[in-house]
């Protein structure tokens, strides 16, 4: 037990102020803050290792709320939220009185009353989705405020037009543990680059998910994209500044090859350009079925100008002695396996598969991990407290 | 810990003979037996603020079958049964193979194996959906005393043509916190009013839940509506006997003015007339589409002629010093907001959102306090044993 | 507790090697494996009726996969995790990413991170339901081994192209409570027989199912259809293996009245020729509405040939003293109540009606007993460690 209640002891000295709050964006929470969230999450890890239960929760709710389709963040939600010992009821806006015109004030009350956590997904439009979350925080906190709700459930930001900070974060974790310590990605050089994909409309969260947290620990954060590619201008603002602080360095350009150029770790992935995602946006919004065809055709040409931005042997050669990590969020685009041509070449995949599974089995963690964090005042006394009991979780 | 005991010690005094029993019309109980669950309730909430768990199940299955939309009273089911420990898996007729003839005394009791209750919304046929709880509560008892079901499962009426008693539990046990007390509310005022509504078909349980639950505590209740929005002749029969026999009135009028008159409570809400529901429910049940947007036309040309039954401010101003208590079951149509015109003027609606939402906070205590009551043979001893055993629900 | 000591020293003396297996074909299980299931079962179902917990996970998933509709499955795989302490989360294909060509491998590591169990009913296409569980089942052994899965999820076969194990065990498991014990069944005849029913496609996996399991214990079992309507060769040819290994019988006619002569047991049920399942999996395959319009239409009119194969009160008479215990897996077609011609008498079904009902409750217990068996090394250890905590169910 002594690598766990030195974990414990690690969470216990960080300066954390999220207690109470949602986690919305990585780039709203301190550098202690992240670092206890990686800590509280390897430490849930650890103690279900060593079957050792985490329910701090005997009854409670998690709402669910997926505007977009999901698997594998469902699952982590449904796990993380298990973990902890709330029962997942998902709210599916198909099924209730919602579109009635009511208010997201109204629904976000009627639904916790007893809720102590609402994960949302909502990455389909731009300049929306966090917004809606924020609408939801704000609504809860008044509710609780005015004595509606005898909690005040903690939102957690599941992917929307910003950012994925649960895939970010569960990312992260993953360098933690393949570099060995959060200190070890010092100078790292990472390339976060566009890949070609057959499909298109794809969220810019993950990528401005990935420039906005690893700009954090000082490493050498390359975005490349075919020009016209670009990414939301505020979020680069973000990169440039977090870079600044933590003593990294930001750059960009419109090369595949120059950000693999002897790059520790490559995250080659499609998305569309922000000002596709606008004109979809507004397509979305007014139900335009035509427009957003010609939208896709468009765009699907414009994207196969820039079929040799895949992930091939060649270029994985470019990287630091040919061995940088590869990492994806899942799915990946495999060229002949999921599509003709595509993100990464299977035999890259291939090699990197096991790593790519590892790098998300860390997502379920990272999502308890931010509810406890945000739900318990006291994270380490907490888990001391889960340590000492030893419930097993399996008899 | 006083107030809870003394809470548990009025549970224990009342009459009450619901163990073993389906929840489906407020008025197949007694007076004590609805106190008693009003107390339940209380007693459940007073207990999740004192962080004490109610989960008076280790295991077991809550079966929720809805067979129209809902938001609020999905999460009330859902929170309720978790509440006492209990698993909600829903049962989705489109999902299933009920469409294959197979009887309801058949799929009742296939669903009920393992399951403690069946929460169950059916309200778009007149006639239909109570005779179908009904059914299926007759089924589950064959099942159980035929030794097919290791146990007999309650029937939770989550709304139907008829009734919708966990909304007007709800409602009364917001009354009682709002007025201090149920003795309190003898001779009240309260205006059960019919309100415009640019959508049709509304169900006709709320108005008549309230008019059959409120005369049965001495208040002086008052049904208006214009001419023609009748609802079910029975229910009018039940809320009139019930008025007598509680020293409380019951009078109908063809007037909002003369309802809100001195009122101390006022719930304005939209519903179809009674004889539209019987038209609708022949016609669902004939899938005749046109014949359904035909009487869809119909009615809205008629709704229309009643747009000035709003509850605007100047009605307001006819309850007693202008400061009825506004109630509604929620989601509202309010001008301007969620329509052009509807059933209330933003201003009045803002004023008293908050109250609405505390009103609907009591819906997950309401059911899991129906559940309570109906497996546990002594629910003030059960109680008891939760005080005693002092869990805590969070950690 | 002297009943349940002793099942639990029966489970002990049982050779079993099934820890850490997939549950997907009856005939890959020893007899002694099969034994032991069936006393796990009846062990679980024990401690329910004595109020016994038999929660063995405090947290946990299981996931269930339904690629086809489902009532009675869908309830009893739900009732049986819980049982466990594991909570459900579906993975519904048509709100997931699974569309983009992502590899089974890929997503059965994805849903899996925490899950303990995962339920697969896939039967509409011959030749890819049990081979798509195998495909599962070695990706979780990859990923387990990997170390990208804490634990390795056992499969359960919840129906597939070829058996439906947790119902054919469950019917087991009703024999041997019907006839007093599992050796009571050496000798037994069963008629396995199909029967007229107005639709088609309905799978082979039941018939299949029973034939592979009954040979297993010395029954006499003889298999009856009209000329075509055959099963897969392969399972005809455990089912001759079984019968020579077991000392039983199994035999094969074309005569429903042959079949049930002195039968002691009749499970007369509709399915589609072997045949026409694998033409149906090429037109299902293809999209081929039309084909599968044709097909059908050409099914129904052969069926219609044989609507004198109805289990009729007729029939019954040939039975041993006219009394053969008539057994069926629910819903089946019952003439005059859910189709004009069907597969059984209303009259016979109704005078076996709660006999089939208790039939079918065994399911959640089989289910239940088939993942603790394949999840923990020793039954009856645990099984020992419940029964002394003596945890509660109810309250």
Redesign the interface.
């Known amino acids: 037990m002594e690598d766990l209640k030195a974990l414990i002891n690690e969470i216990k000295n960080y300066q954390a102020n999220i207690f109470g709050k949602d986690f919305l964006l990585t780039w709203e929470k301190s550098a202690d803050e992240l670092k206890q969230i990686l800590a509280v999450a390897d430490a849930l890890k650890m103690m279900?290792?060593k079957n050792i239960?985490?329910?701090?929760?005997?009854?409670?709710?998690a709402?669910s709320l997926?505007r977009d389709?999901?698997?594998?963040t469902?699952?982590?939600f449904?796990?993380a939220c298990?973990?902890?010992?709330l029962?997942?009821?998902d709210?599916d806006e198909g099924?209730?009185?919602?579109a009635?015109?009511?208010?997201v004030r109204?629904?976000a009350?009627?639904?916790s009353?007893?809720?102590e956590v609402i994960g949302i997904r909502d990455d389909m439009y731009l300049g929306a989705g966090n917004a809606y979350m924020r609408e939801v925080g704000e609504a809860l906190e008044d509710?609780y405020k005015?004595?509606?709700?005898?909690q005040r459930p903690a939102v957690v930001n599941l992917q929307c037009d910003i950012d994925h900070p649960t895939q970010s974060m569960a990312d992260l974790a993953w360098l933690k543990e393949h570099f060995g310590g959060l200190e070890n990605l010092k100078g790292k050089k990472i390339a976060m680059t566009w890949a070609y994909s057959p499909?298109y409309g794809k969220p810019l969260s993950v990528p401005q998910g990935i420039i906005g947290l690893m700009t954090r620990f000082g490493m050498d954060v390359r975005l490349a994209h075919p020009e016209g590619y670009n990414l939301i201008p505020d979020v680069i603002d973000v990169a440039k500044k977090n870079a600044a602080e933590s003593g990294g360095k930001f750059t960009m350009s419109n090369s595949m090859d120059e950000a693999f150029k002897d790059a520790d770790i490559v995250y080659p992935k499609s998305w569309a350009p922000y000002a596709v995602m606008g004109r979809r946006t507004d397509l979305l919004r007014a139900k335009d079925h035509d427009g957003l065809k010609a939208l896709e055709k468009e765009c699907l040409a414009n994207n196969a100008k820039f079929k040799d931005w895949e992930c091939t042997e060649e270029k994985m050669k470019l990287t630091r002695d040919g061995k940088a990590l590869y990492m994806h969020c899942?799915?990946a685009?495999?060229t002949g396996?999921?599509?003709e041509a595509g993100e990464v070449a299977a035999s890259v995949f291939d090699r990197y598969r096991?790593e790519t599974?590892?790098e998300?089995?860390y997502?379920?963690y990272i999502i308890a991990a931010m509810i406890l964090t945000s739900k318990f005042a006291d994270p380490a006394a907490?888990l001391s407290?889960?340590m000492q009991q030893n419930?097993?979780?399996?008899?």
Chains 1, 2, 3 share one sequence.
């Open positions: 279900r290792s239960s985490t329910r701090v929760y005997d009854s409670g709710i709402v997926f389709n999901s698997t594998r469902r699952f982590s449904s796990s298990n973990l902890l010992g029962a997942v009821q709210l099924k209730s009185q919602i009635h015109g009511e208010t109204e629904t009350n009627m639904i009353f007893l809720s509710g005015q004595n509606v709700l005898p499909s899942l799915p685009d495999i396996v999921s599509c096991i599974y590892k998300a089995g997502k379920p907490t407290k889960l419930t097993e979780r399996v008899k």
